[in-house]
């Protein structure tokens, strides 16, 4: 790992602490009074949601204008310049460890084994791209998927201030995060592996090195069984509000055909 790769990493993940410790309570208390009303629990996970979404929002979009215009890596996607990805993946990394040490110290409020897995098996993937520089593309078309946490954290804001299940923001805010989670972490599975298939035996595939290979498709097995878990977690909560609607439609036509 260079050195500017490390002061990136190290950059980020004080960034992200202070945005945690300092910038999230204060920013959170002007913009939402239901904030103040929450318990000190509450006011944990919610600022580790504002870091999440703030974390999300600039990867998110350096990624998705790296994977149209970065030429070098989308020219060669195993060994392509990884200069500018490198970048993300360090400011991504540094969140990652950001996130890992928040949750370890905050365990018995936001602990939970499956983030832990996720950003575990995320670092040692990035880990080759930012020593090895190898792989940079695949590892920007699977950052991509940070584009549906901000709708996933969005719902969690609404529940936790008290928002009526059925109110248009909740349902709206649902009906996007079920749409771009499939978009981003689902559906962009296949091309993935249809990739991996293409490039397997070729020569710049066997420069990658035993280790490269298996840890890049470990990682990724790992990162889409806990995508694909979420996605039917996701799916049946929306499935849920849908159904909810109907009836609450029904009802209200019934009311008012009885009126008439």
């Known amino acids: 790992m260079d050195t ?13 602490q202070f945005l945690f410790y300092f910038v999230s309570h204060w920013f959170s208390a002007k913009v939402s009074s239901g904030f103040t009303h ?18 999300s929002l600039v990867v998110g979009t ?16 195993l060994w392509g ?17 950001s996130d890992l040490v928040i949750i ?39 950052l991509l998927a940070e584009l549906s946490s901000p709708f996933v954290n969005q719902r969690w804001f609404f529940e936790a201030l008290k928002y009526p299940k059925l109110s248009r923001a909740n ?18 599975i296949p091309p993935l592996y249809i990739f991996v298939y293409s490039v397997y035996g070729t020569e710049p595939y066997k420069r990658l090195g035993f280790l490269i290979q298996c840890s890049w498709i470990c990682s990724c097995i790992v990162l889409d069984v806990m995508n694909v878990t979420w ?10 509000v849908i159904s909810l609607v109907r009836q609450e439609k029904a009802k209200t036509s019934l009311q008012n055909g009885k009126a008439d």
């Open 81 to 97: 310049d990884p200069s500018l990805v490198t970048v993300n993946i360090a400011i991504a990394s540094g969140y990652l460890i």
């Open 104 to 142: 370890l110290f905050n365990w018995s409020v936001i602990g939970d084994k499956f983030f832990v897995v996720h950003h575990c098996a995320a670092l040692y993937a990035y880990y080759f791209v930012m020593t090895d520089g190898v792989l940079a593309f695949v590892a920007n078309f699977r």
């Open 171 to 188: 349902i709206i805010n649902g009906l996007l995060m079920t749409v771009v989670f499939f978009v981003v972490r689902i559906a962009a």
């Open 4 to 16: 500017t790769t490390f002061n990136t990493l190290c950059i980020s993940f004080l960034t992200f």
């Open 231 to 240: 996605m039917i977690k996701i799916s049946k909560g929306c499935i849920k």
């Open 62 to 77: 350096f990624g998705l204008y790296l994977f149209f215009f970065d030429e070098p890596t989308i020219a060669d996607p």
């Open 38 to 55: 929450l318990s000190a629990e509450k006011q944990i996970e919610w600022n580790s949601r504002v870091v999440s979404t703030c974390h």
